[in-house]
């Protein structure tokens, strides 16, 4: 088997900033509420003319150019969304055309917040056994277009954005271990009702706003403590290392009441976490890669480093990773 790690990586936010005090005219909310509710200052909204795929394909170019590949060289693009242009064809095969990549095969990752590590562990199987060289793992989201914004409890959480990487085979930023989950009994607790074989839209649908996200966020927050800490810890222990050596922790970037959460579950000291839920809200498949891209940039993963990746979202879906930079 390949070593297979980062070649390159990227990400893209949208220019327009929805901060708290705006979301207090649309709905009846307090930037105070978000805040120390869930740790959200601002967030990114994409502009009408964007697509999700605009925003991956933004991502993907800086990634290509770090790893000084061209689209031509990529053999397989993965996209993780919840967010695609639209239901049929897959995102990823829009982001191929965009990019010029027409050797690629491309195909979307559906596993929601956890998509971007389902993706990173699906991409890095065919790398680890030479069936492709180069892959490209996307995680790109317009949340804004399917949360309801008349929902103040979903509403002030969800951001857009787009992340991603190249893997190939290499022992830079390698990825030592992975680990992947999921409890499909508890679907119902975070979903998008309609506009699928349940039930395609009709008038009745659209107004009853099934078209957009809905959550059960207690519940989603008891479950993703539990399983996000119990995942890293697994990925730490697959990669053959102690809780103490990881020198950085990057989550999927939901809440910051989780992400302490899940820390104190784990036993990890929270200066470890990289955070920027602050500044970006919940970008659901984005989150972990441009915090991982955001925490490398800021030097808080450095050469040599063990840092852990771990995601949770709906499905429920949870995943995690270990890299050592
Ligand atoms: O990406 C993976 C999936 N997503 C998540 O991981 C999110 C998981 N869940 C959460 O982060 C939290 O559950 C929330 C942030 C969504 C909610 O926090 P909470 O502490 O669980 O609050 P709650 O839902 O229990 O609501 C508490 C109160 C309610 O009022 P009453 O019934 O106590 O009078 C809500 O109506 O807060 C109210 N509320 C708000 N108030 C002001 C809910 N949303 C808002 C809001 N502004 N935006």
């Excluded at 088997?1 to 070649?7: A, C, F, H, K, W």
């Excluded at 993907?60 to 053999?75: E, F, H, N, S, V």
């Excluded at 060289?133 to 857009?160: Q, Y």
Aim: aromatic share 6%.
């Amino acid at each position: 088997m390949n070593p297979v790690g980062i070649l390159g990586m990227g990400y893209y936010l949208p220019e327009k900033v929805l901060t708290n005090t705006d979301l207090e005219k649309m709905v009846e909310t307090s930037d105070e509420w978000i805040r120390t509710r869930t740790g959200i200052s601002e967030r990114r909204i994409a502009a009408p003319h964007e697509q999700t795929s605009d925003l991956a394909v933004a991502a993907a170019r800086q990634a290509l150019a770090q790893a000084k590949l061209t689209p031509q060289q990529i053999d397989l693009i993965l996209v993780a969304t919840m967010t695609p242009d639209m239901p049929c064809p897959a995102t990823s095969c829009i982001v191929q055309a965009k990019l010029g990549a027409p050797q690629a095969a491309a195909t979307d990752v559906s596993a929601a917040c956890s998509g971007f590590l389902y993706g990173l562990v699906m991409g890095s199987q065919f790398v680890r056994t030479g069936a492709y060289r180069h892959v490209l793992v996307i995680g790109a989201e317009i949340l804004s277009r399917v949360v309801d914004w008349t929902d103040r409890s979903t509403c002030v959480l969800f951001g857009d954005g787009a992340g991603a990487v190249v893997l190939g085979q290499t022992k830079q930023g390698e990825i030592l271990s992975t680990y992947l989950g999921s409890d499909g009994t508890k679907a119902d607790l975070l979903k998008v009702p309609a506009g699928g074989v349940q039930a395609p839209a009709t008038h009745q649908t659209v107004d009853a706003r099934d078209h957009f996200l809905k959550m059960s966020g207690a519940e989603v927050f008891k479950s993703a403590v539990r399983a996000m800490a119990d995942a890293g810890l697994k990925a730490i222990a697959l990669a053959g290392i102690k809780p103490e050596q990881v020198a950085c922790v990057v989550p999927h970037q939901a809440n910051i009441r989780i992400i302490d959460a899940v820390m104190e579950r784990a036993g990890i000291p929270r200066e470890k976490v990289y955070l920027n839920v602050s500044r970006y809200g919940n970008m659901s498949a984005a989150s972990t890669v441009v915090a991982f891209c955001e925490a490398v940039k800021e030097q808080r993963v450095k050469p040599g480093d063990y840092a852990l990746l771990v995601a949770f979202g709906a499905g429920l879906t949870w995943g995690s990773c270990v890299i050592r930079w």
